[in-house]
């Protein structure tokens, strides 16, 4: 198997280095990796992205001959708010040859919210609000995927992560029925793949990105492009839940799964 969404150290909130990395990734059993650094547009200034990406494709460069064959380690990165400064976003993608870019949305510009939802107290926002906000949230990502060019789309209902997990607010997601098969539709029309994050399991939210219905939605819809994406910062979750999540994938019908390989798509065996 490989994850194709771990973070390192320069990424503003990881420290991981390249070997911790590398050496537990072994330690699964996991054939490859992508370490996807943070390029949250937004926030390109404070985190010092361009030094932080091309730190990050040093480290690669630098690990790559050691791990040889034991591990392929891939070149990624996770673009988030790309249309919001689209010239940020360009220029970094432009400065490096990446293996595999994700696409995120982090953060929505909604009434008073300004900041990422991961830092954002929803525990007495009213439930209106709440709901608005994720429709905000789909809308922004279909256009996302409607505009810019990417390769896997991450952590599909996040925010749940923090309203559902982190403050209980007991969101039935499948209210955005609609809205969600608007964005499987779109990333089947473009060749994007769909990544299962298992950043949720074994902890508050204890729940996959996205869950298991809308995995369900995806296969009906004729989806087959699948990636395993740990979203690690920190080496023990490196892999994390992948036997379940594969057996999960499995029993749904997805046989295969994706690896990128300088933007080029290959598809192996479950
Ligand atoms: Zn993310
Ligand atoms: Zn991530």
Same mark, same amino acid.
């Given at each position: 198997m490989f994850d194709l969404h771990i973070h390192s150290k320069n990424s503003h909130d990881s420290k991981q280095t390249l070997d911790e990395i590398c050496e537990n990734a072994i330690a699964r059993g996991l054939s490859g990796v992508a370490v996807c650094d943070h390029a949250d547009t937004w926030f390109f200034d404070k985190d010092r992205t361009y030094d932080m990406i091309a730190n990050c494709m040093n480290d690669i460069d630098a690990v790559r001959e050691k791990y040889g064959e034991r591990l392929e380690i891939l070149k990624g990165v996770e673009m988030a708010e790309y249309l919001d400064y689209p010239e940020r976003a360009e220029r970094l993608l432009q400065a490096h040859d990446f293996d595999v870019i994700l696409g995120s949305v982090h953060s929505i510009l909604y009434e008073d919210i300004t900041d990422a939802y991961s830092r954002i107290d929803f525990s007495a926002m009213p439930m209106e609000k709440i709901f608005?906000?994720?429709?905000?949230?789909?809308? %922004?990502?279909?256009?996302?995927?409607?505009?810019?060019?990417?390769? &896997?789309?991450?952590? *599909?209902?996040?925010?749940?992560?923090?309203?559902?997990?982190?403050? %209980?607010?007991?969101?039935?997601?499948?209210?955005?029925?609609?809205? &969600?098969?608007?964005? *499987?539709?779109?990333?089947q029309q473009k060749g994007i793949a769909l990544e299962l994050n298992t950043s949720g399991i074994g902890n508050a939210y204890g729940d996959y990105m996205p869950h298991e219905t809308i995995l369900r939605m995806y296969k009906d819809m004729g989806g087959k492009l699948i990636t395993l994406g740990s979203d690690a910062h920190m080496p023990q979750y490196i892999g994390n839940g992948f036997k379940d999540a594969k057996e999960l994938l499995r029993g749904i019908g997805f046989h295969e799964y994706c690896v990128f390989r300088q933007r080029k798509m290959s598809l192996y065996q479950f």
């Amino acid at each position: 198997m490989f994850d194709l969404h771990i973070h390192s150290k320069n990424s503003h909130d990881s420290k991981q280095t390249l070997d911790e990395i590398c050496e537990n990734a072994i330690a699964r059993g996991l054939s490859g990796v992508a370490v996807c650094d943070h390029a949250d547009t937004w926030f390109f200034d404070k985190d010092r992205t361009y030094d932080m990406i091309a730190n990050c494709m040093n480290d690669i460069d630098a690990v790559r001959e050691k791990y040889g064959e034991r591990l392929e380690i891939l070149k990624g990165v996770e673009m988030a708010e790309y249309l919001d400064y689209p010239e940020r976003a360009e220029r970094l993608l432009q400065a490096h040859d990446f293996d595999v870019i994700l696409g995120s949305v982090h953060s929505i510009l909604y009434e008073d919210i300004t900041d990422a939802y991961s830092r954002i107290d929803f525990s007495a926002m009213p439930m209106e609000k709440i709901f608005e906000f994720l429709g905000e949230y789909f809308g %922004k990502m279909a256009e996302m995927v409607e505009k810019t060019d990417f390769d &896997i789309l991450t952590h *599909l209902t996040c925010p749940l992560r923090y309203i559902n997990g982190k403050y %209980k607010r007991n969101v039935d997601i499948l209210y955005f029925k609609k809205e &969600i098969g608007e964005v *499987l539709s779109l990333i089947q029309q473009k060749g994007i793949a769909l990544e299962l994050n298992t950043s949720g399991i074994g902890n508050a939210y204890g729940d996959y990105m996205p869950h298991e219905t809308i995995l369900r939605m995806y296969k009906d819809m004729g989806g087959k492009l699948i990636t395993l994406g740990s979203d690690a910062h920190m080496p023990q979750y490196i892999g994390n839940g992948f036997k379940d999540a594969k057996e999960l994938l499995r029993g749904i019908g997805f046989h295969e799964y994706c690896v990128f390989r300088q933007r080029k798509m290959s598809l192996y065996q479950f």
